[in-house]
């Protein structure tokens, strides 16, 4: 068997048998080989069980996952066959395609039809588009990208029931038996005795069950779901580490996409006059306002080596005006959240790093590179005799105090006031700003 079966799973890019006959005659050399190795040769043993016991998939899935890593290779540029020879983006995409999916070419003759390409491209576009978006092919064979193929009924619902079991880390032992059809557990269940269950019942319970079982670990950041293949702009889940799962704004479209929006106002809905602890760990919501907070940017800062900072801000007056940070850094709580920005680029002039000539000297006093963050139950500025948070209504990396006070408050239009929501160099020094969204990325 260990000789026949890798012949017959690395030639599936030339032959896979599509005729129900000749994918029956391979499966019964596994068939006859689980009765082999499991040394059970009468009549009345379930072969299905066996290759179900021994945890063997089908030859036909088998097939499938080495056409389906063959064509990951390829699409990847991993092996010598020119992707764009043999695959072409589809002209419209229906809503059930993913990124990663091409246009089936039409065939005529059976031969074609279940050739390897449109063979294989169909079952591509059929993957979960986290699948087919993989970074690399190990990580691509790990997922399932086959559904279990069953012999019987029986094998079908133990598959499930061990599934479900697994899933929810009981350590359950299922155990269904071939001749009256009873299910046994071990250890015992301790709620059900006799477990009994419809085939449709299990239906329902199973595929709710499965479904979070997804072997896909939730993204880190919108950078890492832009590179699985989402390129829509809107609200995602990730999991920036074991103990900070946010609800965040991923802006898809801005300079290639995969920013990660920390803050974000626009009308003045949330508070963020706030102390320390209410900064740290973050406030508002994806559907008002909100700050990510300062241990959540911290962390997501903390995956990469480098990142860059992106601030979008808009005037009363519909002016929209950016700055991008091509490096930025946010230190830990022990250094207590202190910024670092460097490599300024942009139209809305730099109020992060803020210098001014007149004022002489290297670095500006209004400048917040390398400040600590401030609250108002919090002085780290750099003011001797001023606690800036307090006084400038805001928690941010105040100095002596600020050219910038984006988490200041939000006052009405054209409101010129060192309190308000506003970055000095986009135009009218303290002028209130109406739209401030900051986000990052990381890049390496
Ligand atoms: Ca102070």
Same mark, same amino acid.
């Given at each position: 068997m260990s000789?026949?079966?890798?012949q017959l ?17 391979l499966e ?8 082999y190795?499991?040394?059970k ?14 945890g ?13 890593s063959m064509?990951y290779?390829?699409?990847n ?9 043999y ?8 809503r ?8 089936v070419p039409?065939a005529?003759?059976?031969?074609r039809?279940?050739?390897?390409f449109?063979?294989?491209i169909?079952d591509?576009?059929s993957?979960?588009p986290d699948?087919?978006?993989s970074k690399?092919l190990e ?10 193929v069953?012999?019987d009924?029986?094998s079908?619902?133990?598959y499930?029931?061990?599934?479900l079991a697994?899933?929810?880390?009981t350590g359950?032992?299922?155990r ?5 059809n009873?299910v046994?557990t071990?250890?015992?269940?301790p709620t059900?005795?006799?477990l ?5 019942q299990?239906f329902v ?7 979070p079982?997804?072997t896909?670990p939730p993204?880190?950041d ?9 390129s829509s ?5 990730i999991e ?7 609800s965040v704004?991923? +802006?898809?479209t801005?300079q290639?996409?995969?920013?990660t929006?920390? =803050?974000?106002?626009h009308?003045?809905t949330?508070d963020? %006059? @706030? ?6 760990n973050?406030?508002g919501?994806?559907?008002t306002e ?6 959540a940017?911290y962390?997501?800062v903390s ?9 979008e801000?808009? +005037?009363w007056?519909s002016n929209?005006?950016?700055?991008l940070?091509? =490096?930025f ?5 022990v250094?207590d %959240? @202190?910024?670092?920005?460097?490599g300024y680029s942009g139209?809305s ?10 004022f002489?000297?290297s670095k500006?006093?209004f ?9 108002w139950?919090e +002085?780290?500025d750099s003011?001797p ?6 006084t400038?209504?805001?928690g941010?990396?105040?100095s002596?105090?600020m050219a910038s006070?984006?988490?200041?408050l939000?006052l009405?239009?054209g ?6 929501m506003?970055?000095?160099?986009f135009?009218?020094d303290?002028?209130?700003l109406k739209r401030v969204k900051?986000?990052?990325?990381g890049?390496s």
């Open positions: 000789l026949v079966r890798p799973e690395y030639s599936s890019t030339v032959w896979d048998p599509y005729q129900q006959g000749h994918i029956d005659m019964k050399v596994q068939r006859r080989v689980a009765r190795v499991m040394g040769y009468r009549n009345r043993s379930s072969v299905g069980e066996m290759i179900q016991h021994l063997w998939k089908s030859l036909k899935s088998r097939r499938k996952e080495a056409r389906l064509m290779k390829i699409v540029n991993k092996v010598a066959i020119d992707p764009d020879e695959f072409v983006k589809p002209s419209r995409r229906s059930h395609m993913h990124h990663h999916a091409f246009a039409s005529t003759k059976d031969s039809e279940w050739s390897y449109l063979n294989t169909r591509w576009n993957l979960p699948i087919a978006a690399s990580i691509f064979k790990s997922q399932d990208q086959v559904e279990p069953f012999s009924h029986l079908y619902v133990t499930f029931l061990s599934a697994k899933s929810h880390k359950l032992t299922v269904i038996n071939d001749l009256d009873s046994t071990s250890p015992p269940s059900t005795s006799p009994s269950i419809t085939t449709s299990l319970t199973t595929t709710q069950s499965l479904a079982t997804s896909v993204p880190k919108c950078k890492e779901l832009y590179d699985r293949g989402q702009t809107g609200v995602y889940e920036i580490s074991d103990s900070i799962t946010k704004i991923c +802006d898809m801005t290639d996409g995969g920013w929006v920390i =803050q974000n106002r009308d003045g949330v963020f %006059y @706030r102390t320390w602890s209410q900064y740290k973050g406030f919501s994806v559907e909100y700050w990510i907070g300062n241990e940017i962390k997501l995956l990469y080596t480098s990142t860059k900072l992106y601030i801000m808009e +005037d007056s929209i005006k950016y700055a940070y091509n =490096q850094i946010l230190y830990s709580e250094q %959240y @202190r910024i670092y920005v460097s139209t002039g730099d109020c992060i790093d803020y210098y001014d000539a007149s002489g000297g500006d006093k400048s917040h590179n390398n400040m600590k963050f401030s609250t139950d +002085d780290n003011h005799s001023v606690n800036c948070g307090e400038m209504k805001g941010w990396w105040y002596e105090c006070n984006l988490n200041g939000y009405a239009s409101t010129v006031d060192s309190t308000s506003s970055c000095k160099t135009g009218n303290y002028q209130s900051m986000m990052i990325k890049v």
